[in-house]
């Protein structure tokens, strides 16, 4: 996405009238308080009344917003003694997922989370957050090590989805995805996730099946991009916005789906305006939905696990020329 998308038009312009005014005010040594209180007070407005009536491809456009914390952001902002643990024992380490062990309010966790990168060079670092299968087997390693350890385990997810280039397929990335789905069906401890921004096909839900889902306002959570259901059904992706409305992939959809439990709220323009307030949101909202879980018997969290997921979805039967289907 770029610096800002078409819709954070007139928010932008109002946000460098409000900089020149102190800046002149600064200069000049003239009292513009009032003047300057009235703009930033009708800037608030905007931004709220702008972002509470956002089309599906517009949470798309704030979803991938450059600007946006990262797992490592909310690492270090709302968790203490983040000890990091590197590869899948197998082949290398894939730095598009990072995991470690760390507190959330004093409480021991395993933290486990896709990484995109701030600049093009930890982009490419990052593979801009779309993990190889080496990468879902280390996070796989380490959810068995935290319920080895009877401890709960935190997925944050951001990814345009897994690479799919020749290397990740040699290396069997569906099998490791599936056995990701598998192993976190039965997964013998407490786990919670949040779709922090954009929550991309099954290189998503490799680290989504949880007892909690939790999606931020402003993230998105689908089986395909809608750039990508777009060049399949209409075979063109000019025709994204149809595409985003009918994936439903909004963090209002979700939750009426039953695919989200929880929306986190972010700041009024989006978690980019005001990082601090997202992640404190995040932490508010993880903590209170561990202590829910957290000390369940094992059993009986993953029967409620395997319940949660099954009555996903819904089916209809239609007359047609061969009967029901």
């Known amino acids: ?5 078409p ?4 928010i932008v312009e109002m946000e460098n009238q409000i900089s020149k005014l102190r800046e002149l005010a600064s200069k000049g040594g003239v009292d513009m308080s009032r003047e ?23 949470q798309v456009q704030v979803a991938r917003h450059a600007g946006r914390p990262y797992t490592l952001d909310y690492v270090r902002g709302i968790f203490t003694e983040w000890f990091e643990l590197k590869g899948d024992r197998r082949f290398r380490n894939d730095e598009a997922i990072v995991g470690g062990w760390a507190r959330l309010d004093g409480r021991s966790v395993m933290v ?11 982009n490419l670092r990052r593979n801009f957050g779309m993990p190889h299968p080496e990468g879902y087997r280390k996070a796989l390693r380490l959810m068995k090590t935290a319920a080895k350890f009877g401890r709960p385990v935190v997925t944050l997810v951001d990814t345009p989805g897994a690479y799919p280039g020749f290397g990740a397929e040699e290396r069997g990335q569906a ?7 598998r192993e976190m069906a039965r997964l013998r401890t407490p786990t ?39 060049a399949i059904l209409w075979r063109s992706a000019d025709h994204r916005n149809e595409a985003a409305r009918a994936l439903r992939l909004t963090s209002s959809d979700l939750l009426s789906l039953g695919v989200a439990d929880e929306v986190v709220p972010e700041p009024p323009g989006g978690a980019h305006t005001n990082p601090e307030a997202a992640m ?15 000390g369940a018997d094992p059993e009986e969290l993953v029967a409620r696990r395997w319940a949660k997921y099954e009555a996903m979805g819904a089916w209809q039967e239609t007359a047609g020329a061969g009967g029901a289907s």
């Open 280 to 294: 404190t949101a995040v932490a508010e909202a993880l903590t209170r939905n561990l202590s829910e879980i957290d």
């Open 175 to 181: 099998e490791a995805i599936a056995t990701n789905l």
């Open 1 to 5: 996405m770029a610096a800002h998308a």
């Open 7 to 10: 819709f954070e038009r007139h």
């Open 192 to 230: 919670v996730c949040v779709v922090i921004g954009e929550g991309g096909s099954g290189g998503a839900l490799a680290l989504g099946v949880t007892d909690r889902i939790l999606v931020m306002e402003h993230a998105i959570y689908s089986v395909i991009s809608p750039e990508g259901c777009a």
């Open 112 to 122: 486990i989370g896709h990484q995109k990168g701030k600049d093009m060079k930890e």
């Open 36 to 58: 300057l209180w009235e703009l930033v007070a009708k800037l608030d407005t905007l931004r709220r009344d702008t972002y509470r009536n956002l089309d599906a491809m517009e």
